[in-house]
């Protein structure tokens, strides 16, 4: 099934596929935050948010100073980062909500198309990889994220002085440290860290603004890249006063729509495409896994299942509000709704959805070389 239980010796992995189970052990062995007890506080200063309420983001580091200098008009902004290794699907959406959600407090977003790490871990073709990340771009403007306070940019496309601070960074791990962190990796991989730790840090730099503080909506399994971060961070002060430490948020990963590993773009039968044409997309949810009962009349019986079920799932992510949430999952455990009835419903959700998003990134996909300078090779 390709997913973690907690033991003492577990190393979080930014580059596997496995899905992480009992969460709440994140807060015990990596020193996380709960997000319920600073619930109040987001919502008065960002508005209502289903990523929050519904435990969807369920941890942080420092939000609370983050939310600290939004409150008091100091500046603040958001860094997060896409690898273009395939289509553009609904666990990248996720991503997409929180940046216009903190957007929407004022904040600036930074956006990373990380065709560096792309290129180096997981071997995309260049081509495809600047392909790729027109189409990440267009999608996020597409879904909301607003161009005008965002900068998105390529890893191996940017300033000088980014690629000086992931050069001094360097100089501030030893290898046994990545070791401990990540276990024995290769080249392309201690290459992709350092340019995270820039992509993290950059904004806080006189050249790109100078903000007080930064947040990184992550996965769990992005974890180590921030940990590390925050310890360059401070070494670094000496070097470059008024480097901050950056606050984190984590989110749940999406399983895939077989209900086993993480939804990933390297696994086509785990994801949604928000590109794909429509009937096959909704093909893939007819055939996702549910929390149903081997037969009708079980499920009529003892009900389903939906905390297990991959198209409650794409309800509590991303479709349905709550009222029709709270009643579909009533439905489901008290047996008055069959998987095919579900399904159908979610479908027809999925293709209203589809349909309007395709239209809007028709439009911006043609002009999305405004937003965004892609390099010559």
Excluded at 14 to 43: A, Q
Excluded at 263 to 289: D, F
């Amino acid at each position: 099934m390709g997913v973690v239980l907690f033991m003492e010796n577990f190393r979080l992995d930014p580059w596997g596929h496995v899905l992480i189970e009992e969460y709440e052990k994140l807060f015990k062995f990596f020193g996380l935050s709960p997000t319920k007890n600073l619930l109040e506080r987001i919502e008065r200063i960002g508005g209502k948010s289903k990523l929050y309420s519904r435990g969807i983001v369920f941890a942080h580091r420092d939000l609370d100073k983050f939310l600290n200098t939004v409150e008091h008009g100091g500046k603040a902004a958001l860094v997060t980062g896409f690898m273009p290794s395939g289509p553009f699907h609904f666990g990248h959406k996720m991503v997409a909500d929180q940046i216009i959600y903190f957007q929407n407090m004022g904040v600036k977003a930074f956006i990373a198309m990380a065709d560096a790490e792309a290129y180096a871990v997981r071997k995309i073709p260049r081509k495809k990889l600047l392909e790729n990340a027109k189409n990440y771009v267009a999608n996020l403007i597409a879904l909301g994220v607003d161009p005008k306070r965002a900068v998105f940019y390529m890893q191996t496309n940017y300033e000088p002085a980014y690629y000086r601070l992931a050069q001094m960074a360097s100089s501030k791990v030893t290898t046994s440290e990545l070791k401990a962190i990540y276990g024995d990796i290769e080249p392309g991989k201690v290459i992709a860290i350092f340019t995270q730790v820039a992509d993290i840090l950059h904004p806080t730099l006189e050249e790109f603004g100078k903000y007080k503080i930064v947040v990184v909506p992550v996965g769990p399994d992005q974890d180590p890249h921030i940990r590390l971060t925050r310890d360059i961070a401070e070494r670094l002060g000496t070097d470059i006063p008024g480097l901050s430490k950056p606050a984190s948020t984590y989110h749940k990963l999406m399983r895939g729509l077989d209900g086993g590993e993480k939804m990933s773009s390297s696994r086509p039968e785990s994801y949604i495409s928000l590109n794909e044409p429509i009937e096959i997309a909704t093909s893939k949810l007819m055939n996702a896994y549910t929390g149903g009962r081997p037969t009708a009349d079980e499920q009529r019986r003892f009900g389903g299942v939906p905390d297990k079920c991959m198209i409650y799932e794409l309800y509590l992510y991303h479709l349905l509000d709550d009222d029709v949430l709270r009643e579909i999952y009533d439905k489901c455990r008290n047996g008055r709704i069959l998987c095919g009835e579900d399904k159908r419903f979610a479908a027809r959700l999925l293709r209203d959805f589809l349909d309007e998003h395709q239209r809007k990134f028709n439009e911006i996909i043609n002009v999305v070389e405004d937003y965004i300078e892609l390099p010559k090779y």
